[in-house]
């Protein structure tokens, strides 16, 4: 490219696939093998997917902005996640967008200039994950007193040495869900929707491709649905159900353009999962909140 471009587009949905200016990564699995989370992105193995790197250069520096050290921004479900990276084509190396996505007179002749007679890049600006079901116990969720995890969560497995039986007494759902976290921008680009464009992008692609999200569950969890009275065929697909870990900060944010909420109600009013404590997140208050899409799954 030789000029400068201020459009992004929809991922296709497969694999690798994208546009020029939005891509999606399919779980890299052992392709992350050699991924040292001691080690920025730029000095990782070549075994490592590109895209992937890019999304990390975003965590990273968005992250970092926020005090999270290197060691936890990559973490075990990255390898099991699909993962969405927007790109913003500039010219130069520089982090400011280019002058159609910057607000009115927040440019200079000068930097027009440099653009338009450079040769223009594609940048990572942004990015965004999925994780599948199914989804271990909040660590950082623990109880005031005896220091145990607290897991609330829908489709955890039962903990170690607890069958089916004694779970299903504690009367916790056993519905599986997907999350979407690791959603960063870089902070120039910010305010342009790229945000609502990852979220949107990422839950219609669960939306339409349910059985690639959610595999065949484990038999804990199919005899823990038959205990509780499910419909099997329920409880061995994803129904819609979708969860983030927000920052406590920003859950106006969610709740305003996605409808998220912290206590989820059925059709009826009724209370499907109930509001969890905030808890801490390398230092950083966080929320569970939740919403349900609308997925058919009849015809699969």
Do not use: C
Not at 30 to 41: G, M, R
Not at 69 to 96: C, G, I
Not at 232 to 250: F, P, T
Request: charged share 25%.
């Amino acid at each position: 490219m030789t000029t400068v471009t201020s459009g992004f587009g929809i991922a296709n949905g497969s694999g690798h696939g994208g546009t020029e200016f939005l891509s999606m990564l399919s779980p890299p699995r052992n392709d992350l093998s050699e991924y040292d989370n001691t080690k920025p992105h730029a000095h990782q193995a070549a075994s490592v997917p590109p895209l992937f790197l890019e999304a990390m250069s975003v965590r990273e520096e968005v992250y970092g902005e926020q005090g999270v050290p290197l060691e936890a921004e990559y973490d075990e479900d990255d390898a099991r996640s699909w993962h969405w990276v927007v790109y913003a084509s500039v010219a130069s190396t520089s982090t400011s967008p280019p002058k159609s996505m910057r607000p009115e007179g927040s440019t200079t002749k000068e930097e027009d200039t440099r653009r338009a007679s450079a040769s223009a890049a594609r940048l990572p600006v942004g990015t965004v994950r999925l994780i599948p079901p199914p989804h271990g116990p909040n660590k950082y969720i623990e109880t005031a007193t005896k220091g145990k995890i607290v897991d609330k969560h829908p489709d955890a497995d039962p903990p170690p040495g607890e069958g089916a039986e004694a779970v299903s007494k504690k009367n916790l759902p056993s519905e599986p869900y997907i999350k979407l976290g690791r959603l960063a921008v870089l902070a120039p680009y910010r305010k342009l929707g790229l945000a609502k464009l990852l979220i949107n992008t990422a839950l219609d692609y669960a939306k339409n491709n349910p059985h690639v999200i959610y595999q065949p569950p484990s038999p804990t969890t199919m005899e823990l649905a038959n205990l509780r009275g499910k419909d099997m065929q329920e409880a061995a697909s994803w129904q819609g159900l979708v969860m983030i870990h927000a920052q406590a900060n920003l859950k106006g944010y969610w709740e305003k353009h996605f409808r998220f909420k912290e206590e989820l109600l059925d059709e009826n009013g009724q209370v499907e999962i109930e509001k969890e404590p905030i808890w801490m997140e390398e230092g950083i208050e966080h929320v569970g909140m939740w919403k349900r899409l609308k997925i058919d799954n009849s015809r699969l």
